[in-house]
């Protein structure tokens, strides 16, 4: 990232904070405070599909919280992620109808699938406990888009195609 | 009069490509200028047959199942050229299109009670006109006319239990906080964690108004000036629809201030969940909701005392919300008819696994599992195995319990749990133990980590259920792991973990075989004895590899079973059928 986007990226996460810190009356309390810490990680998360150290000290120093609670409450759930993720994240659902309905070994397919086509690094693989999709498990979900039924030759085709997407697209 | 047709575009409708689906649709009506008004709607518990299609035409209704983008076009065709008649099959060559039978008449419907799910899949979500119509906000306006001890002796008198799980009583839950003074909140869990469970989501979906009046009943009659609604973080449709059915009321003076110019004021505000299935633990929600890492804490003083930052709390899932809506809207006398002697009413269950026809289905308590399996769900391609109940904290229950009626108690007997409600169906192609694995590997997972038996117990369960998957585990390790189950639960500090051994314990009760088979000292399981037909030869003892056979010369000979390996040298040997081979399994 260039000086500028960087430059950038803080106003717009403190934009975010700002926001929050709006709806809290004036000389609100630890546990007010607190309670708006959650929302604004999950915007940054939703925005920029990480949380970076900078918003992370950010928040820290807007919100008066200690640096080491937010970084409780980021690594406590599973939706915060500290890391940024690639272009593609697909998500294996293993829930228990999907378990019931081989999602285990698609979940090997998938990551053979990926490992051997010309470019892994655009895919994140993950795992979610359940997408309440049960009825067509086997589920993935691509980018938050839902695929149900899922096959071995689906998730091959699945590759294929977000491959093919991505070199129209450059 | 204009007709419509209605798609069913919840995640499942949409998990099937129901969008595409919808678009297709929508472009040919456009082109083609049809007098027809398209309606995204919930879903009506069909799972299996989506993207579903229903035509409204002449106020008689006709269903199509999985109406790809593909097939719209014919669809379309046929309507007009009005072959729908008999609503069952249209063939073409390449494409086939069914109907579904009318729901009088279809297998998966005869047995369902529609209480609260009973506008999911025919309004459209969002429509506050289509809720009003159908007795909508009726429910809300009865209980403001209503003292609210007299809505208190409403809900005892239907003796509703809590939908999240545990199954309290609703209305002890509302006495215990209507009694006490100054600031009180109202939380809704719908943090619907449990893998396999989805009610929650298709209710919220297709009629999140349904929620949104329980919970104005239920503020009212406890007295309570905010609340919150905890939205699991892996729903997005669910929340979308929330977001805007919250501010339609708004704007309608349903929620805010002076609510119907009655004087009552209550708000309500979304809470997103972060991916962590412990939040739905009531403890663990309330500090989440806080700001903090969701662990839970010891009990009591509980919620209803010191919730929400110390203020009195009442938190109640998103059925039992619906429930009370539904008490109201139809009087207590009605809502009673259904369920058994202690547990009244319908549950709402997502039928998922093995089974013909997986969906979203609502069931008087009390019903046979076996109907649930064979009649609504249509039962197994191959051959049934067990059924498992309650997510990670309940647990499997083979055929020979198939004919237990689903209520709370009778449940818990038998060692798995009425939880939100999930029932997954297995066949035979499923390994128990693996099941065990599966569900251990979750609750080690999702375990926070603050009290030990839960944060290393899982691990060791784990540890031992994979060592007995791989056909490494001894008869030892086996017993052990039976040993460590019960001592979790008795000693976790919240109910997830307490809960985290029942799928063991529940394989273990029914399925034993299936652990023991796979032990490395399988053969230990064979227990080898001489009885009395004897004659003092010798044989067996000379050729025993590890001298585990021991007897004078004219005495019955005798096998010391700590030293036998469970060879069979012996019992190949004696000519004279004395010694006796017996299998433990």
């Known amino acids: 990232m260039n000086q500028n986007n960087a430059a950038k990226g803080v106003q717009e996460v403190s934009a975010i904070i700002t926001n929050y810190i709006n709806t809290l009356a004036e000389n609100a309390g630890y546990e007010q405070r607190k309670s708006i810490l959650i929302p604004i990680l999950e915007d940054i998360q939703e925005q920029y599909g990480y949380i970076s150290k900078d918003s992370a000290v950010l928040i820290c120093e807007e919100l008066k919280l200690p640096l080491s609670h937010i970084y409780g ?35 090997d397919i998938l990551k053979n699938a990926v490992q051997s086509c010309e470019n892994p690094d655009l895919f994140t693989i993950e795992t979610v406990n359940c997408v309440g999709a049960c009825s067509l498990a086997p589920v993935f979900v691509v980018n938050g888009e839902i695929y149900g039924n899922m096959t071995k030759k689906k998730v091959q085709d699945l590759i294929k195609e977000l491959l093919k997407n991505h070199n129209k697209n450059g | 009069m204009v007709n419509t047709i209605k798609i069913g575009m919840a995640t499942c409708g949409l998990a099937a490509g129901a969008q595409k689906t919808y678009d297709k649709l929508v472009q040919l009506i456009t082109n083609k200028n049809l007098d027809y008004e398209v309606k995204k709607v919930g879903c009506i518990g069909m799972c299996y047959n989506e993207p579903l299609i229903e035509f409204i035409i002449d106020n008689k209704s006709y269903t199509y199942k999985n109406i790809t983008q593909d097939k719209v ?33 279809h297998a998966f419907f005869r047995d369902q009670v529609k209480i609260i799910t009973d506008n999911c899949g025919i309004i459209e979500p969002l429509s506050l006109e289509e809720y009003k119509q159908r007795n909508g906000f009726s429910g809300l306006k009865k209980a403001f006319n209503l003292k609210p001890e007299e809505i208190i002796s409403i809900i005892e008198k239907s003796k509703l239990r809590g939908r999240g799980g545990a199954g309290f009583p609703t209305a002890m839950k509302w006495k215990f906080i209507a009694s006490k003074q100054g600031e009180k909140f109202l939380v809704c869990n719908f943090d619907e964690g449990d ?129 009370v809506t539904k008490i109201l809207q139809d009087g207590v006398d009605e809502y009673i008819k259904y369920g058994t002697e202690k547990s009244k009413g319908t549950k709402v269950i997502s039928l998922t696994g093995k089974v013909k026809r997986t969906g ?16 609504i769900g249509g039962g197994t391609t191959k051959k049934f195995k067990a059924v498992q ?159 585990a056979i021991t007897g004078k010369k004219g005495e019955k000979h ?22 006796d081979k017996k299998k433990l399994l």
Request: net charge positive; glycine share 8%.
């Open chain 1, 73 to 107: 409450v980021i690594t406590f759930y599973n939706s915060l992620k500290l890391e940024q993720s690639s272009d593609y994240q697909i998500c294996v659902c293993r829930g228990t109808a999907c378990h019931v309905n081989g999602s285990d070994n698609l979940l």
């Open chain 2, 73 to 105: 076009e014919l669809l379309i065709n046929n309507i007009l050229n009005k072959k729908y008649k008999n609503n069952m099959l249209e063939y073409t060559e390449n494409v086939k299109i069914s109907g579904v039978p009318e729901k009088s008449n």
């Open chain 2, 195 to 323: 893998p396999g469970a989805f009610m929650n989501r298709s209710l919220v979906e297709g009629d999140p108004y349904k929620l949104i009046e329980g919970m104005v009943i239920a503020a009212y009659t406890i007295k309570a000036s905010k609340g919150f609604i905890y939205v699991r973080a892996e729903y997005p449709l669910a929340l979308k629809t929330l977001r805007k059915a919250l501010d339609i009321c708004r704007e309608n003076n349903y929620l805010g201030s002076n609510i119907l110019g009655t004087g009552f004021n209550f708000n309500i505000e979304i809470k997103l969940g972060a991916g962590a299935y412990v939040c739905g633990e009531e403890t663990a929600l309330i500090e989440s909701i806080q700001g903090n890492r969701g662990n839970p804490r010891a009990k009591p003083p509980f919620p209803s005392d010191k919730g929400l930052w110390n203020k009195p709390t009442n938190i109640n899932n998103v059925g039992t919300f619906a429930h």
């Open chain 2, 360 to 375: 979203m289905i609502e069931v008087p308590l009390g019903i046979k599992l076996r109907k649930i399996v064979f009649d």
């Open chain 2, 389 to 547: 109940i309650g997510g990670p904290s309940g647990g499997c229950l083979p055929e020979s319990e198939l004919d237990l009626g689903l209520d709370y108690d009778t449940i818990i007997e038998k060692g798995a749990i009425m939880g939100s409600g999930g029932i997954v169906v297995m066949d035979t192609d499923t390994d128990m133990v693996s099941v065990a694995k599966f569900f251990v590997n979750f609750s080690t997972e999702e375990s926070c980590g603050k009290c030990t038996p839960c944060r290393e117990g899982t691990k060791v369960m784990l540890y031992y259920l994979t060592k007995i998957l791989n056909k490494d585990a001894t008869l030892a390790e086996y017993k052990e792991l039976k040993k460590l189950c019960p001592v979790i639960k008795d000693t976790a500090l919240c109910g997830l973990g307490q809960a985290s051994p029942n799928p063991v314990l529940s394989t273990i009760k029914y399925f034993e075989k299936e652990y023991l088979t796979k032990l490395k000292d399988v053969k230990r399981l064979t227990q080898y004895t001489i009885n009395d037909k004897c004659i003092r030869c010798g044989i067996c003892k000379i050729d025993c590899p590890v001298n």
């Open chain 2, 558 to 579: 005798f096998i010391d079973q700590h030293k036998c390996t469970h060879c069979g040298l012996c019992y190949s040997k004696c000519k004279f059928k004395a010694i």
